[in-house]
């Protein structure tokens, strides 16, 4: 009360002053002693000093006002803009009040009248009052009305069974591989969508704290204060989204397993984030500051700084690291986010102050991008260096062919990605047409570097068949390995890229192993009872007979044994092998009783032709059993 009686005090005792030189002017122009000249100087000075001294006083007067209405907020410890709309129109307009007359004062030379000076000096005190006092309000305004909220698009699900390998090619089965193979269903592109990061009611509220700070010159402070405040936001939104900021060096530490579920996760919460709360975030300070220019860009680019650099970070983490063959599934599907994102990035982040996170993004695309391409050509190598010690049991199909196949089916999902990860200009042609029609697809780059794979295997497995002692066994291996391929290759996607020729010259090299088994196999059987070993003497043709009948029951019984243990996984393939063998060993031993049916002891017929067709069923079941087995069985 007493510094208010003294401000009125000191404002009545500068007009008495004012008012008496006025009156002294006058009293002098009045004079009859002065020349017209200095009258009109007089008059002049007189005139200007009664201007200046009623805007003083409108201007004292109207400082006045506006620092009673921000003084009182002061004392005050609720906030305004809660109190209600007239409140923090008032006050709003008290700010614009005090602004007008700073910036009036500031248009004059004030520096040789005290006066002017000291009222400027407190115009601007006041109106620093003021603008720290809407820092406040944006800020609690912000925190307030930001909303935290997860739709169910955002939730983070994931059925999909991992296509992921064991380096030493221990499993891969086909059942496991095709659920697998489906790809990941999270949210399609049509699911996003801009939502309202901050309470939609009040957005004109911050825009007009906005607009006054940058009127009085505070558009550093609001900045600032409006960045700091939405970074801690975008904050609680990776916290929500379960993100949570790693190192380097603790990824690169990472076991798969984890690492794996963070790079998954990784990959959704980038499409939410890209897509959805930096578009959002970008719209709330478009919405705040679009009228003053691309401020509202900076403003965006120094909020999201914070929130993108640790999820770019963690991807260079990711291509830094060494990659064995069962990651690259996931280093695909890091690089198709990234370049699914990349022209929302270039579009948040289109001016020159953003440029930096654009090129660290795409930086990292090219890093994931070079990491794939390096882990996809590394796969043929680790195929070629693969060794085992033992041949496979029953000479079926090898893990290692399960792997490779479904590996590289699986890798078909990934075609367009690939093809421009492997391009190479010495690969540029441009395709002809093959005799079915098709596209020859020698000359696409996947292609080419599958067939290499393939080949790869091939030769790794002809290497493996060295390990069965039985040179039999060995070209059963190889059927049923090659069988496996071609089958992989003809029943999935995989046939795009291999051609027709290629499967026929395949199917003609499981079929090649398949009639080089039945030779080298049932050969020696069958000389038993070939026509050329038959005896023109009757007495040496009736021991004749009776030894080659004795023989030929011991080389089947051997071959029984042996070979009910090997195993053809393949029911066509086993049914097809079969049949083959009875016509001939069937055919023949059925010609070879016939004919000679009279000089044959009952006793020497040990199996009839029956038996034979029933025992060449039991062949290639994968659990060796003897005759006597088979006898018990029936």
């Not at 906030?79 to 700010?95: K, P, Q």
């Not at 040179?471 to 046939?495: D, R, T």
Request: net charge negative.
């Amino acid at each position: 009360m007493e510094e208010h009686e003294t401000g009125v005090t000191t404002y009545e005792g500068e007009q008495h002053v004012v008012a008496a030189a006025q009156h002294i002017l006058k009293a002098l122009a009045a004079s009859k002693n002065i020349n017209d000249g200095l009258r009109k100087t007089l008059l002049d000075v007189e005139t200007h000093l009664s201007s200046m001294s009623s805007r003083l006083i409108t201007e004292r007067r109207n400082i006045k006002g506006a620092e009673d209405e921000v003084k009182s907020w002061e004392a005050n410890h609720s906030m305004i803009w809660d109190s209600g709309l007239r409140e923090s129109s008032e006050y709003l307009n008290a700010v614009r009040e005090i602004e007008t007359v700073t910036r009036s004062l500031q248009s004059l030379c004030v520096s040789e009248n005290w006066k002017q000076k000291e009222l400027l000096h407190r115009a601007e005190g006041v109106l620093q009052i003021a603008m720290s006092r809407l820092e406040e309000e944006l800020v609690h305004i912000l925190l307030q009305h930001t909303q935290f909220f997860e739709p169910e698009f955002m939730s983070f699900h994931s059925d999909r069974v991992d296509m992921v390998f064991d380096e030493s090619f221990v499993s891969a089965e086909d059942e496991a591989i095709e659920e697998a193979s489906r790809r990941n269903g999270d949210c399609s592109q049509s699911e996003f969508g801009i939502i309202d990061l901050v309470h939609a009611d009040v957005i004109p509220d911050l825009k007009d704290i906005a607009n006054v700070m940058f009127a009085s010159k505070y558009h550093q402070e609001f900045c600032l204060a409006f960045i700091t405040s939405r970074r801690h936001a975008l904050q609680e939104y990776l916290v929500i989204l379960g993100m949570k900021t790693l190192s380097i060096e603790n990824v690169l530490k990472m076991e798969w397993d984890c690492l794996n579920s963070k790079m998954k996760k990784w990959m959704w919460a980038m499409k939410i984030i890209i897509k959805v709360y930096l578009a959002s975030e970008k719209r709330l300070c478009k919405q705040i500051l679009g009228h003053l220019g691309l401020v509202y860009q900076s403003c965006f680019t120094e909020i999201s700084k914070g929130f993108v650099m640790p999820l770019l970070n963690f991807g260079e983490a990711i291509a830094m690291g060494t990659h064995g063959p069962e990651r690259l599934f996931r280093l695909l599907d890091m690089y198709e986010v990234l370049e699914n994102l990349a022209v929302d990035v270039d579009i948040l982040f289109f001016d020159e102050s953003s440029c930096f996170l654009r090129h660290e993004f795409h930086k990292l695309v090219r890093s994931i991008g070079n990491t794939v391409r390096s882990t996809f050509l590394a796969f043929e190598n680790a195929i070629a260096t693969y060794r085992s010690a033992k041949g496979f049991p029953g000479g079926g199909i090898h893990p290692l062919t399960r792997y490779v196949m479904n590996y590289i089916k699986t890798l078909t999902e990934y075609r367009d990605t690939l093809c421009l990860l492997l391009a190479d200009e010495s690969l540029v042609s441009v395709p002809h047409s093959t005799e079915h029609g098709t596209s020859d697809l020698t000359f696409y780059p996947m292609a080419c570097q599958l067939r290499s794979i393939t080949t790869t295997l091939e030769s790794n497995l002809r290497n493996k068949s060295k390990l069965y002692r039985d040179v039999a066994l060995q070209h059963i291996f190889m059927m049923n390995n090659l069988h496996y391929i071609v089958q992989k290759v003809k029943s999935s996607e995989l046939s795009q890229f291999f051609g027709d020729e290629w499967l026929r010259q395949h199917t003609g090299k499981f079929q090649h192993e398949a009639r080089s088994y039945e030779r080298v196999t049932w050969s020696s059987v069958l000389s038993m009872i070939s026509e050329g070993s038959s005896s023109t003497c009757a007495l040496s043709l009736k021991a004749s007979l009776k030894k080659r009948c004795t023989g030929f029951s011991i080389a089947f019984e051997e071959v029984y044994r042996n070979q009910t243990g090997w195993l053809i996984p393949n029911h066509q393939l086993r049914e097809d092998v079969q049949i083959s063998i009875s016509q001939k060993l069937v055919h023949a031993y059925w010609t070879f009783i016939g004919k000679n049916s009279s000089g044959i002891g009952e006793k020497w017929i040990k199996y009839s032709v029956d038996d034979l067709e029933s025992f060449i069923l039991d062949l290639f079941g994968g659990s060796s059993r003897s005759l006597r087995d088979h006898q018990r069985r029936k």
